[in-house]
């Protein structure tokens, strides 16, 4: 069964700062890997997924996160952080349930930007 | 912008009452999704409707099910409820040939059961 952990349920940072959240997955087949960001009373969007390929990923709003197979994780990175980036972010993995195809999520972490 | 949309944004039950969601998604997404978010927590996986038929379903039980019409549109049901199925409940479809990981998520309707 796969799953994800999501390190740091709350994570700081100062506006332009580096921004790192790490996620960690567990899997028995290749995975499909997923950044959602989710705001304050609304759904899920996506930032950026990797299927196969090039294992750095870039995704929306300068986000960028990195397949290593070998550590198992996909952290999601900003080079400088901006306070429109404070949010939730839901680290996934994706499986399979009979014949559809399931998204399981980690607990997320909440990004805060200090100004 | 995901083009998929959810009703009612809130709604109040009490204990033992049946509550119906619903979600629109876009022309030819001909997959949805729900998803479970309870306070606090990430999403979870509830089932799946591909072509008006159910094909995968999460640890839920079976007073939770789910409709999919021609239209694009859907609907969760929820049966007998219980304080703990106070939650977020999302909606995500998926357009024909991009493949069921290709999900765009709905805002969701906070229910709250009393």
């Known amino acids: 069964a796969q799953s994800v952990t999501q390190l740091g349920s709350h994570v700081s940072v100062s506006e332009g700062a580096l921004v790192l959240l790490r996620c960690n997955y567990s899997?028995?087949?290749?995975?499909?890997l997923f950044w959602y960001v989710q705001y304050p009373n609304q759904g899920l969007q996506l930032l950026l997924k990797?299927?196969?390929?090039?294992?750095l990923v870039k995704g929306i709003n300068g986000f960028e996160a990195e397949f290593k197979k070998s550590e198992t994780s996909f952290h999601l990175t900003k080079p400088s952080a901006h306070m429109s980036d404070a949010a939730e972010y839901f680290c996934?993995?994706?499986?399979?349930?009979?014949?559809?195809?399931?998204?399981?999520f980690g607990s997320g972490t909440q990004l805060t930007v200090l100004p | 912008e995901t083009g998929v949309t959810q009703s009612p944004t809130h709604l109040i039950k009490t204990r033992g009452q049946q509550v119906t969601l619903r979600c629109s998604s876009q022309?030819?997404?001909?997959?949805v999704s729900w998803y479970q978010q309870a306070l606090g927590q990430g999403p979870q996986f509830i089932f799946q409707?591909?072509?008006?038929?159910?094909?995968g379903r999460g640890n839920f039980p079976p007073r939770f099910s789910g409709l999919q019409f021609p239209n694009y549109s859907s609907e969760l049901n929820v049966n007998a409820l219980e304080l703990d199925d106070s939650a977020l409940y999302l909606c995500?479809?998926?357009?024909?040939?991009?493949?069921?990981?290709?999900?765009?998520f709905g805002p969701g309707t906070r229910l709250t059961v009393l």
């Open positions: 995500a479809s998926s357009p024909a040939g991009r493949g069921p990981d290709t999900q765009y």
């Open positions: 899997s028995s087949v290749p995975p499909y």
């Open positions: 990797y299927t196969t390929g090039a294992t």
């Open positions: 996934a993995v994706s499986a399979s349930a009979g014949s559809a195809r399931q998204l399981t």
């Open positions: 022309s030819g997404h001909n997959t």
């Open positions: 409707y591909y072509r008006e038929e159910e094909n």
